[in-house]
C-alpha cells in the first residue's frame, strides 16, 4: 500500500491482475497438429507434441470430431454462446404475423357489420344497393 502525505490516507495497489486470454487456432494449424499427431509412431511422441504446443488432448479429440463432420469447413472456428434456432424465429415471426392479420379481419368485419346496420337505418335493401352500383358501372 502507498501513503498519501496530503491526505494522510493509505490507497490500495492499483495493479491489476492479468486476465487469461482465449486462444484461437487457425485451420492450417489444427491440421498440421493432427497429421503430426496421427504419423506419431513412438510410445510417448504424442504427449510430447502436446505438452510443445501446450494443448490438451481433450482439444484434440475435439479437433478430430469437428474434422470427421466437416472437413476443413469442421476446423473452423465455432462462434461462441447459444445457437440461433432459425425455425423457433420464424415460427414467432409468423404468429405475430397471424394476430396482426386476425385483429385486421376483426376490424373489417365490425366495418362490414356497421354498413350492413347503417344501411339497414337508411332503409336501403340490398337489392337497391346492387342495382345502384351497377348504374355507376
Same mark, same amino acid.
Given at each position: 500500500m502507498s501513503?498519501?502525505?496530503?491526505?494522510g #490516507?493509505?490507497?490500495? *495497489? #492499483?495493479?491489476v491482475? /492479468?486476465?487469461?486470454?482465449?486462444r484461437?487456432y487457425?485451420?492450417?494449424?489444427?491440421?498440421r497438429?493432427l *497429421?503430426e499427431? *496421427?504419423?506419431?509412431?513412438?510410445?510417448g511422441?504424442?504427449?510430447?507434441?502436446l505438452?510443445?504446443?501446450?494443448?490438451? #488432448?481433450?482439444?484434440i479429440s475435439?479437433?478430430r470430431?469437428?474434422?470427421?463432420?466437416g472437413?476443413?469447413?469442421g $476446423?473452423? /472456428?465455432?462462434?461462441r454462446? /447459444?445457437?440461433?434456432?432459425l425455425?423457433?424465429a420464424?415460427?414467432?415471426? $409468423?404468429k405475430? @404475423?397471424?394476430?396482426?392479420l386476425?385483429?385486421?379481419?376483426?376490424?373489417?368485419?365490425?366495418i362490414i @357489420?356497421?354498413?350492413k346496420?347503417? %344501411?339497414?337505418i337508411?332503409? $336501403?335493401?340490398?337489392?337497391e344497393l346492387?342495382s #345502384?352500383?351497377k %348504374?355507376? *358501372?
Amino acid at each position: 500500500m502507498s501513503h498519501n502525505g496530503k491526505y494522510g #490516507s493509505e490507497t490500495p *495497489d #492499483s495493479e491489476v491482475e /492479468p486476465r487469461a486470454v482465449r486462444r484461437h487456432y487457425t485451420t492450417e494449424y489444427k491440421l498440421r497438429i493432427l *497429421d503430426e499427431i *496421427d504419423h506419431a509412431t513412438e510410445p510417448g511422441e504424442i504427449g510430447a507434441i502436446l505438452r510443445r504446443e501446450g494443448l490438451y #488432448s481433450q482439444i484434440i479429440s475435439k479437433w478430430r470430431q469437428q474434422r470427421a463432420r466437416g472437413g476443413l469447413d469442421g $476446423l473452423q /472456428p465455432q462462434k461462441r454462446g /447459444p445457437r440461433a434456432n432459425l425455425e423457433a424465429a420464424e415460427v414467432a415471426r $409468423l404468429k405475430r @404475423e397471424n394476430q396482426r392479420l386476425r385483429q385486421k379481419l376483426r376490424k373489417a368485419e365490425l366495418i362490414i @357489420e356497421v354498413q350492413k346496420k347503417v %344501411s339497414q337505418i337508411l332503409g $336501403l335493401e340490398e337489392d337497391e344497393l346492387n342495382s #345502384s352500383r351497377k %348504374s355507376r *358501372d
